[in-house]
């Protein structure tokens, strides 16, 4: 197995205390990466699988973040390729142990309510995290993701036409991902598909737009009284996500996934 800078851990079976190491294989490889952001809202990456004897599962809401990092009323929301929404709220319950409880959401399909530990997130997808206290003495807190390491060497993720989904990179590059780099992602935009990037220190998001005339991605560059500028790079931290808006149907391939 490759040696990887997020902390791998290997056990019987996930539920395991974990042993932090980098380079530990076994029946049950799995990884625990780092979050520091200092927004109440933080696009939250889904890079590993559910914890099972069955490889690539998707995992389960109540299992992407760790809540020993989280409190009571702390909140997790998801949208999905398919444009549906689903909410939930942490709540104590005996002991003051803490369990995700499901919020009623209204959509353009109806009511809808699931229960974390039964709804679902494929890796290369995202989720959002609400922290009452993102920060401590203007200090950003850290909260760890969770979950088992694959056996894909590559991870889809598709988001249906008019649709908008979170999407994020199921690895970890110190620097973060470049999704326009063959080297990390292939994908075929639509004119007018858009990428919107959060930071996770200031909350400050960019929105890029793709033009198939030029083949291109374009952003507003402040620097340049928010000119139109072509981008070199779209960049996505380590452990966080990005809005994809597509005009079209698209697949985003992820590429050079950890293996188990």
């Known amino acids: 197995m490759k040696k990887y800078a997020f902390l791998v851990a290997s056990a019987v079976v996930c539920a395991s205390a974990p042993v932090f190491a980098d380079n530990v294989q076994g029946d049950n490889v799995f990884g625990v990466m780092p979050v520091t952001s200092g927004t109440e809202y933080t ?13 690539n599962q998707p995992i389960a809401i109540s299992n992407i973040v760790k809540t020993a990092n989280l409190e009571a009323g702390d909140k997790a929301y998801v ?3 398919t444009g549906k929404f689903n909410a939930w ?5 005996a002991n003051s142990v803490l369990y995700w409880n499901s919020i009623d959401t209204v959509t353009l399909e109806g009511l809808g309510s699931h229960d974390a530990d039964v709804a679902t997130a494929a890796r290369g997808s995202a989720i959002i995290i609400y922290r009452q206290h993102p920060k401590v003495d203007d200090t950003a807190k850290t909260f760890y993701l969770f979950g088992q390491v694959g056996t ?8 249906e036409e ?23 992602a292939e994908f075929t935009p639509s004119d007018g598909d858009k990428i919107v990037v959060r930071k996770a220190q200031s909350g400050a998001s960019r929105e ?12 507003n560059n402040p620097a340049r009284n928010f000119e139109e500028t072509e981008a070199s790079a779209i960049t996505i ?15 985003i391939t992820w ?3 950890p293996l188990k």
């Open 208 to 219: 890029y737009t793709y033009k198939a005339s030029t083949s291109k991605w374009y952003y």
């Open 43 to 55: 696009l939250v990456a889904v890079p590993w699988c559910a914890c099972s004897t069955t490889d």
């Open 162 to 184: 008019g649709k908008t989904a979170l999407i994020a990179p199921p690895r970890y590059v110190a620097d973060g991902v470049n999704i326009l780099s063959s080297d990390y």
């Open 255 to 257: 590429k050079g996934v």
């Open 152 to 159: 894909n060497s590559t991870v889809s993720t598709a988001i």
């Open 89 to 93: 709220e942490l709540v104590a319950g």
């Open 237 to 251: 931290p380590c452990g966080l996500g990005a809005w994809y808006e597509a005009k079209a149907s698209v697949t």
């Open 79 to 81: 949208v999905d390729g």
